[in-house]
């Protein structure tokens, strides 16, 4: 059991690091524009515009999230510091294994409260959209995308996000070429989008009949679900829209109809499909979503060099291009490129284990921003 004077500084240095988030997040600025919004609500009239009272609504919940978690957090804190002087006073045993057991609690949100302060994009508190396309390596890498696509909806599962595929296409032998599927729960395009980039496989390839090494390739790239709050002009004339019918495992038909639909935007050469619905009206409508975001990701793209390079129109899903690396043979390792993060429980990352390095990346993302401000 610890010490009051472990407990003791387990909390203190709770307390600097949250008083350091505050100053990260401006706390004190965001608590003006929560009255403030709060006081608009209150205003003789306010619902008489409804799209401006659903935009402060918006906003005022997107505060919310972001001050209400600190403020629980420094009263825990000042609670338990109060508390562990009481308990040190009176040498109250259980008392001190309790306020152990609450310090630890207390590190656990305080890091997950860190983390989601690192997620500051306009879309990030949203929904997504997470394509996965193979690349180099044919057979094997089709295999490689569909383990992406497990380890991906395992995290999922495990946060409790809701999930849905809304286009796939199988390889010709085994795993996909291409799948796009839906994630609904909180921030959860703020934590996927540290995953967009050429994932790297090496390992014994169970297609080869003669055991070798085999290196295979998979892209991932992410997308909010925002086409609601996404400014994008899209010209109809600048769409083809093809439609077909679904086809489920083993090529067999879904249903007798051209419900599914494939739309290309022609200036930018973007294809986007849908066939999870019956309904052809519900395809295009979520093709169109998907559409919005990857235009919106498109114009994100063209201001960052990095992203250019990694993502433009000659890019190439091969070596030299990944952001981590899975290595299960010669040895076990999987490291992340940009951020040196490594471990080397790849069955676990490949189960849906990943958040160390989201973690790792929006650290360093927030480091970058931090140094990009002037003195």
């Known amino acids: 059991m610890a010490t009051y004077s472990e407990i003791d500084e387990r909390l203190s240095g709770a307390a600097d690091r949250l008083a350091g988030l505050k100053e990260m997040i401006r706390h004190g600025e965001k608590l003006s524009l929560l009255r403030e919004r709060e006081e608009r609500l209150s205003r003789p009239g306010f619902w008489n515009d409804a799209e401006g009272a659903q935009k402060v609504i918006g906003e005022l919940k997107a505060i919310k999230a972001e001050v209400e978690p600190i403020d629980v957090l420094e009263r825990r804190i000042a609670d338990a510091r109060d508390l562990l002087a009481l308990a040190r006073d009176e040498g109250d045993e259980s008392t001190r294994a309790a306020l152990e057991t609450e310090a630890a609690g207390i590190a656990e949100e305080l890091a997950k409260v860190e983390l989601r302060a690192m997620l500051s994009g306009p879309y990030d508190a949203g929904n997504a959209f997470v394509s996965i396309h193979a690349g180099a390596g044919g057979t094997e890498s089709c295999d490689w995308a569909e383990m992406l696509l497990r380890m991906y909806l395992r995290w999922c599962e495990d946060r409790d996000y809701k999930t849905e595929i809304v286009d796939s296409l199988r390889g010709e032998e085994a795993g996909i070429r291409h799948a796009t599927f839906r994630v609904e729960g909180p921030w959860s395009y703020g934590y996927l989008r540290a995953e967009i980039g050429v994932h790297r496989l090496v390992r014994i390839s169970p297609f080869d009949a003669r055991k070798r090494r085999h290196t295979s390739f998979a892209s991932v790239d992410v997308v909010p679900d925002a086409a609601d709050e996404i400014k ?104 992340d490129h940009r951020t040196g993060h490594e471990t080397g429980s790849v069955n676990a990352v490949l189960d849906g284990k990943i958040d160390p390095f989201i973690e790792a990346y929006l650290r360093r993302q927030k480091a970058e921003d931090r140094s990009d401000i002037p003195e």
């Open 232 to 335: 994008i002009d899209i010209r109809r004339d600048d769409l083809r829209i093809d439609t077909y019918r679904s086809g489920g495992a083993g090529g067999q038909h879904v249903n007798k109809t051209d419900s599914a639909v494939r739309i290309t935007h022609l200036p930018t050469g973007i294809v986007v499909q849908c066939q999870n619905e019956r309904s052809q009206h519900m395809n295009k409508a979520t093709a169109m979503r998907i559409l919005t975001a990857r235009l919106y990701r498109l114009e994100e793209r063209r201001r960052s060099e990095e992203l250019a390079k990694l993502y433009g129109e000659k890019g190439e899903i091969a070596f030299g291009s990944q952001i981590r690396s899975y290595v299960l043979q010669p040895y076990t390792m999987v490291k």
